[in-house]
């Protein structure tokens, strides 16, 4: 039997991972979770005005299977939908502006960029019908041991493909035209990853498939899954920082040693399994692996800072062309790729916790606003998009991978029984990848402890599956 397991992070991965590890070995495995900061990681609130708000991470795609179950599970509920509309502003004009009207939009669309807007949702969807095998997979026990596996499974060299090469390469191709990408896709990108129209394809789809179809959030802040899991599996939440990992063996068998500074100093532990879900990267965690032979390589590849500025204030509409600032009609304004544009996007938000009788502030009022940048908002910039405020709160973060298209994927397994579950990020970066690689990376230990290789990285699995039915 598996003595005590570890996983380093609790954030949704670890979270996750940790649920998914007692699933698979049963309720008499030892969990230690490693926290340095706050459980939930990057899923974190703001407080203005006695009201919690999302900083980031705030919205779930409808079909994000995992992250149903497990609001379902906890016994969570999805936050009460507040109706707002967004449009694409270019620093000069809109390019882009949504109605009231669904079939209005759809005209619009059409008028503006003709059939490009029924290629680009061709192509989301093929991407992510495809995708959506994972969970049958998953649900038979099957699982991958590289990211590159995984995505062979599921939609073949077309899709590791589409993690080196851009998104506007991948639409270009399927007759998507410049303009659409230059105006549409590329503020979708900007909203989400922050990033422009040459992050991969596959990154890209993903990001698309969310500004499209239905999301939700969380009733009272998507960080409740976190603590929500852990107190599920009952997992022993240890607040430090992991420092490194050495390797030892104990009759035949590999023993990770964690090492950790806490409060009260440093520390170290033995496991039979450890599971990392902190970024390894440089500049993001200086950490350590002694004794391993050959040793662990270096993981390539940075990590795009962003900053998110929640600002309670009145919007000067006149910057965007509305004088008036009763008549400004967006609670969701996107940017295109302009060079003197100083940020990405900005969202009037709502708390997280909802009432029946919330309604949104009306545009001349002063409310909430989360506005994405690359870099700090300075004074001038807050007065530009802003008449006053009372207050700003900004958090700067390590957000998304920097995606260069030719970089290959990082590891999920490091060792025997030590594996890397945010490499994920670099195939895509949401909510649902990573609980879709922590149910993997639970299945890969589960299979490779009981030697079960039938489980690991089969081919033809779609015929498989249908057999065992």
Not at 101 to 108: A, G, H, I, S
Not at 308 to 318: D, E, R
Not at 438 to 448: D, E, G, I, M, Q
Request: proline residues 5%.
């Amino acid at each position: 039997p598996l003595s005590p397991a570890a996983v380093v992070g609790a954030g949704l991965g670890g979270s996750a991972a940790a649920y998914f590890l007692q699933q698979q070995f049963g309720p008499q495995v030892q969990l230690d979770v490693y926290e340095a900061a706050g459980v939930g990681g990057r899923l974190a609130t703001v407080t203005v005005n006695k009201q919690q708000y999302e900083s980031r991470g705030a919205s779930i795609h409808a079909l994000s299977l995992h992250m149903q179950d497990f609001v379902k599970i906890l016994g969570l509920k999805h936050r009460r939908e507040v109706a707002g509309k967004s449009a694409i502003f270019s620093g000069e004009h809109f390019v882009l502006e949504e109605t009231d009207w669904y079939l209005l939009n759809l005209f619009r669309l059409w008028w503006h960029y003709g059939i490009s807007f029924l290629r680009l949702q061709m192509w989301v969807e093929e991407v992510m019908e495809k995708f959506m095998r994972i969970y049958k997979y998953q649900a038979h026990g099957y699982a991958f041991s590289s990211l590159e596996e995984l995505l062979r499974s599921l939609g073949g060299e077309a899709f590791v493909n589409m993690t080196q090469r851009s998104v506007a390469e991948s639409l270009l191709e399927v007759g998507v035209t410049q303009r659409f990408v230059d105006d549409v896709i590329a503020a979708v990108l900007r909203s989400s990853y922050g990033q422009s129209v040459l992050v991969p394809a596959f990154a890209g789809a993903m990001s698309l498939a969310g500004a499209q179809g239905s999301t939700w959030a969380v009733e009272g802040g998507n960080k409740l899954v976190c603590s929500g899991l852990l107190k599920l599996t009952k997992a022993n939440v240890i607040s430090a920082r992991v420092t490194g990992i050495s390797l030892h063996s104990s009759e035949g068998r590999p023993l990770y040693q964690v090492h950790y500074e806490s409060p009260k100093g440093q520390g170290s532990a033995f496991y039979d399994l450890v599971v990392l879900t902190t970024p390894l990267h440089p500049g993001r965690s200086n950490f350590t692996f002694d004794n391993f032979d050959p040793p662990i390589a270096d993981f390539p590849g940075a990590f795009q800072p962003s900053v998110t500025s929640v600002v309670h204030g009145y919007l000067n509409s006149s910057y965007f062309g509305f004088p008036d600032p009763k008549l400004f009609p967006f609670t969701s304004i996107l940017t295109t790729d302009t060079p003197d544009l100083f940020f990405h996007a900005m969202d009037n938000i709502c708390p997280v916790n909802i009432s029946a009788a919330f309604r949104r502030k009306q545009p001349q009022e002063a409310a909430v606003w989360r506005v994405l940048s690359q870099q700090p908002l300075d004074k001038q910039q807050l007065k530009t998009l802003f008449r006053s405020y009372y207050s700003v709160q900004v958090a700067e973060w390590q957000a998304y991978p920097r995606y260069d298209a030719a970089k290959a994927l990082p590891p999920i397994v490091l060792h025997e029984n030590l594996f890397y579950l945010s490499g994920v990020e670099w195939v895509a970066s949401s909510m649902e990848m990573v609980a879709v690689a922590a149910k993997n990376v639970a299945l890969l230990a589960y299979n490779r402890w009981r030697q079960d290789l039938e489980k690991i990285d089969q081919k033809d699995l779609m015929h498989k599956v249908k057999t065992e039915l």
